[in-house]
């Protein structure tokens, strides 16, 4: 297989194998893994994010994981960024990059490139934040719908960071965030990438997720929320969206039941996944769809070879 040019995209949802199935992937045809899950960029969370282990990086070289603080914002943008220097880099020690995550937002920046958006002024920024904390994020919501039509079927109305950022951009540029997606090119050809998207049936993804939760707080899930606690890294910051970080917070401080707290984290996490199987509905309909029950490198040797003209 001559794979010099081509860029593998594992994704899939929470808890459904991806990093075991990668590692095994790049370990048969020379891979280096590179890291396309926002979460787990950040070097002080490694257990409520499930970072790859030591044993699974073991022989296997892997890039942009646990590096990043979760007092400092860390966009799309600036993973697109480093992971293209990681791609031409890997490229060229003939070494095949394999991109692994969850997060399709960084998925979609990668294939179809990023909205190059003017730099908002700082007082503005400020200004939006100080509304929709003053409102909510509820009213907030219905405030953007308003003002900017085409984020009402883009954006989830819990999403206060996207709803923010969309605002601001139509605020400032006087267009949508989506009218800017339009003028976006992408940094690679499309035929570079070969995509492998695992698909896992509900009830089997909801058990593995059980045991998932459960294996995070013997490793010391709750230790790992006290020390992030005490950095005091500002609400706004992605990180306090890792799954877990609330529920244990409040775990810790109203000493509430342990088994209570592993079930909200499960329910959340399953929700997270549900929405995840959404965006790969809509956005990843020519990703090859892959039952890791069934799959065997001489199956995935075939769809490869099939891309690889």
Known sequence: ?????????????????????????????????????????????????????????????????GFQSVK????????????????????????????????????KALTDGLVTIPNIPKKIRLQIRNLQKKIGQRKF?????????????????????RTVRAYEIKKYTKKSLF??????????????????????????????????????FDKGAIREVKIFLKLKARKENSSHKVIGIREISEFIENYK????????????TRQYAKRQSTWARRYMNDWNKIDLNQVNFSSLKKIINNNLF
């Open 141 to 161: 919501y219905k405030m953007l719908v308003k003002f900017d039509p085409l984020s009402k079927s883009k954006i989830n109305s819990n999403d206060s960071q």
């Open 1 to 65: 297989m001559d794979l010099k040019s081509k860029i593998i995209l594992i994704s899939g949802p929470t808890a459904s194998g991806k990093t075991n199935f990668a590692v095994k992937l790049a370990k048969k045809i020379n891979g280096e893994i590179i890291n396309a899950d926002s979460m787990q960029v950040y070097k002080e969370l490694k257990i409520l994010t499930a970072r790859p282990s030591k044993n699974e990086k073991k022989n296997i070289k892997h890039h942009l994981y």
């Open 257 to 268: 039941d342990l088994e209570e707290t592993k079930d909200r984290i499960a329910i959340k």
């Open 72 to 107: 400092k914002i860390f966009s799309t943008g600036s993973w697109l960024k480093l992971t293209i220097k990681k791609i031409k880099e890997v490229q060229r020690k003939n070494k095949t990059p394999i991109l692994v995550g969850g997060t399709g937002l960084y998925f």
């Open 179 to 216: 009218e800017w997606f339009d003028k976006t090119k992408p940094n690679f050809q499309r035929n570079q990438f070969i995509k492998f998207y695992i698909d896992f049936p509900r009830s089997e993804l909801i058990n593995r997720i059980n045991k998932r939760v459960d294996k995070m």
